[in-house]
């Protein structure tokens, strides 16, 4: 699976949103990409994933730019709930493949 | 729908002792994984399972770990003898064959002195 690159910490104001980039640039064309978040104390949580075209989902939107070696995460409306580390990882989709985490990005939201 | 299941949730231990992580994944997941995460890193598999099978063990240290899920459902972490280096967050998630969104646990929290 293609290596990702992420900031290691952002902050963001509540109610704003947060943008989170990820760079992919050794991306292959048969790789997604995906996110994840983990909040303190608890597992990771699946937020979204694309190919090429943005994805938008209750949690959050994804660009991925056209020639694909980068993406953000939006968060429309940052709350403090949404205070986690959050992971890019890109991956071919097989049948029960493994996530491969990075070091992800420590977003803090603050009042 | 009932998450990810892991017990317990907390565990201290003299190293040395053996210790075991309990996990049972969503109904009707037929893949099982456990992770290893340290402190301010991501989590590293360990071992992935299709039903009771071991298909992915190539970083499970296997001479102090092992693993098992004996009828395909609920699967032990075992651990022994435990190593101080061992202390971390041992994660177990699920998902079904041919989908890729996986669903973790909680994890346990592994201290070891």
């Known amino acids: 699976d293609a290596k990702t690159t992420q900031p290691t910490s952002m902050d963001c104001a509540e109610g704003r949103a947060a943008n989170l980039p990820c760079n992919h640039s050794?991306?292959?064309?048969?790789?997604?990409v995906y996110w994840y978040r983990q909040i303190h104390s608890q597992g990771p949580q699946y937020i979204i994933h694309?190919?090429?075209n943005n994805e938008t989902n209750e949690m959050a939107s994804l660009i991925i730019t056209e020639d694909r070696k980068s993406s953000t995460l939006i968060l429309p409306h940052a709350t403090l709930r949404d205070t986690a580390v959050y992971y890019c990882?890109?991956?071919?989709?097989?049948?029960?493949?493994?996530?491969?985490f990075g070091g992800g990005t420590r977003l803090m939201v603050k009042p | 729908e009932a998450g990810v299941v892991q017990s317990p949730r907390y565990k201290i231990i003299e190293k040395k002792q053996p210790v075991a992580f309990w996990c049972n994944p969503i109904?009707?997941?037929?893949?099982l994984y456990w992770y290893l995460q340290n402190l301010g890193q991501g989590p590293e598999l360990l071992i992935r399972y299709e039903n009771e099978e071991a298909v992915d063990d190539s970083q499970l240290p296997k001479d102090r770990f092992s693993a098992e899920r004996l009828k395909g459902v609920d699967s032990t972490l075992k651990i022994q003898p435990a190593e101080l280096g061992d202390s971390a967050v041992y994660l177990c998630?699920?998902?079904?064959?041919?989908?890729?969104?996986?669903?973790f646990g909680p994890g346990t929290r592994l201290t070891v002195l």
């Open positions: 990882i890109v991956r071919v989709i097989l049948a029960g493949n493994m996530l491969t």
């Open positions: 109904s009707g997941h037929n893949t």
């Open positions: 050794t991306i292959s064309g048969n790789e997604y």
């Open positions: 998630a699920s998902s079904f064959s041919g989908t890729n969104e996986q669903f």
């Open positions: 694309g190919l090429k």
